[in-house]
C-alpha cells in the first residue's frame, strides 16, 4: 500500500501569522476588526508503504480522513511470520534452560547416581578377579555328574532300543525317540562340562580387561560432575542464547514489518489498495 497523507504545521502557521501581523498592522481597517495579512502555508506531502511484499490484510484508514502519529494505516497478512516468532521465542527459551543448568552445575542426585556406577563397576571387577567361589565350583561338578549319569542312562536305553529295532521288535518311532532322548542328554552333559572348565579356569583376561575399562569410565564420570561443566561449555551456551535472541529479534522485525504507521499526523489525500490485494515495496 503506497498512501499520500497531507501534514499540516499549525505552530509555524500560527507564527507566520503573528509575524505578518506586526509587519502589517499599520494596514488595519478603519474599524479594527479585521487585519489583512499574507503568507505561506508549509504542507508535508509523504508517502508511506510497506518494506516488504504481502497480501493485504486489512487497511486501516480512509481518503479523507485524519490520522494521528504512529497511528495503524494498514496490516499485511503476517500469519507464517507471527509462527517464526514462535519457533525463534522457542528457540530461545530452550537456550536459556540448557544454559542455566549448566550455570547450577551438577544436581547432588546426579553425582549419587556416579557414585553408584562406580560401586557397581568396581564389584564387577572384584569378582571376576576373585575367581569362581568353592560353592560355584562345586554345585558345577554336582552338574556335571548328574548330567553323565542321565547321558549313561540314556545311552544304555538307545542302545537297547536299537538292538530289538533290528530285531524287527520295537517299532522306527521308538528307535527315533530314544535317539532324540539320547542325544539331549549328551548335549546337556557337554555344557555341564563346559560351565565346570570355565568354573576351574577362571575369567577369561579379556572379561577383566573390558570390566577395568568399564571401572575406568565411570571413575571419570564422577569425576566430570563432581567438576561441574567446564567453563568453554558454558561460554557455547551463552554463545547459543545469544545466537536464538538475534534470530528472534530479527524475525520480530520482520513481522513489526507487516503494520504500517503514519510517520506524521496529518490527512489521507488517497488510498490505492484494498483488503486482500499483494503489494510490493514502494508499490503506489
Not at 4 to 31: D, T, W
Not at 205 to 226: F, H
Request: proline share 3%; charged share 30%.
Amino acid at each position: 500500500m503506497k498512501a499520500r497523507i497531507i501534514f499540516i504545521a499549525v505552530p509555524l502557521l500560527i507564527a507566520v501569522a503573528g509575524a505578518c501581523y506586526f509587519e502589517s498592522k499599520g494596514h488595519a481597517s478603519a474599524n479594527g476588526d479585521t487585519i489583512q495579512v499574507s503568507g505561506n502555508i508549509e504542507v508535508t506531502d509523504a508517502e508511506v508503504s510497506f518494506k516488504m511484499p504481502g497480501r493485504m490484510q486489512s487497511r486501516k484508514v480512509s481518503e479523507g480522513e485524519r490520522i494521528e502519529k504512529d497511528q495503524v494505516v494498514a496490516v499485511l497478512d503476517c500469519s507464517e511470520l507471527e509462527r517464526q516468532v514462535g519457533v525463534r521465542a522457542a528457540d530461545v527459551e530452550a537456550a536459556e534452560a540448557v544454559l542455566a543448568e549448566l550455570e547450577a552445575g551438577t544436581r547432588p542426585e546426579q553425582i549419587r547416581q556416579a557414585e553408584a556406577n562406580v560401586e557397581a563397576a568396581q564389584a564387577a571387577l572384584n569378582e571376576l578377579l576373585a575367581g569362581a567361589r568353592p560353592q560355584e565350583l562345586e554345585a558345577a561338578r554336582s552338574d556335571v555328574k548328574a548330567a553323565q549319569a542321565e547321558a549313561d542312562r540314556v545311552t544304555a536305553d538307545f542302545e537297547r532300543v536299537n538292538n530289538l529295532f533290528e530285531k524287527n521288535v520295537v517299532s522306527a518311532q521308538m528307535r527315533d525317540s530314544a535317539r532324540a532322548a539320547h542325544d539331549v542328554a549328551v548335549s546337556r552333559l557337554k555344557v555341564a562340562q563346559e560351565r565346570l572348565a570355565l568354573a576351574v579356569e577362571g575369567p577369561r583376561k579379556e572379561s577383566i580387561e573390558r570390566a577395568r575399562a568399564m571401572l575406568r569410565q565411570a571413575d571419570e564420570q564422577l569425576a566430570l560432575a563432581k567438576e561441574g561443566p567446564r567453563k568453554e561449555t558454558i561460554d557455547q551456551a551463552r554463545a547459543r542464547v545469544k545466537q536464538a535472541k538475534e534470530g528472534l529479534a530479527a524475525a520480530q522485525i520482520q513481522l513489526d514489518n507487516g503494520t504500517l504507521k503514519s510517520p506524521l499526523a496529518g490527512v489521507v489525500l488517497s488510498d490505492n489498495v484494498e483488503d486482500g490485494e499483494y503489494v510490493t515495496p514502494g508499490m503506489p
